[in-house]
């Protein structure tokens, strides 16, 4: 399953040719990761996606705008937290607590 970067972000708002083409890079390396079974890579791939989308989402001023791509960060870490899970508890935990974060809207998510 592709990162899906397109219908989750890139559609919502116009971005800097620098976000896409960064986005599109992940896309493309969490394809190789898949096809190669890199677990760990692919974990480390989605969880950069989230991030990205999360940065995008807090340089918003409008909270309707906002509302898909903090679904697509969620979404992303959590496929990245089901791979941690299996092999890396320290970065489970600290995916973990992202989510928790994200979820609860804190300060420094």
Do not use: C, I, K
């Not at 970067?5 to 896409?20: F, K, L, M, P, Y």
């Not at 995008?56 to 941690?84: H, I, M, V, W």
């Amino acid at each position: 399953m592709r990162g899906d970067v397109g219908t989750a972000d890139r559609g919502q708002r116009g971005h800097s040719g620098a976000h896409e083409e960064g986005l599109d890079q992940l896309d493309q390396a969490l394809s190789v990761f898949e096809a190669t079974d890199s677990f760990l890579w692919q974990a480390r791939t989605l969880e950069m996606l989230g991030d990205s989308v999360r940065e995008r989402t807090s340089e918003t001023d409008n909270p309707a705008d906002s509302a898909g791509p903090s679904d697509a960060a969620r979404d992303f870490y959590q496929r990245a937290l089901a791979l941690y899970a299996r092999l890396s508890p320290d970065d489970a935990a600290r995916l973990r607590s992202r989510l928790e974060r994200l979820e609860g809207g804190a300060p420094g998510s």
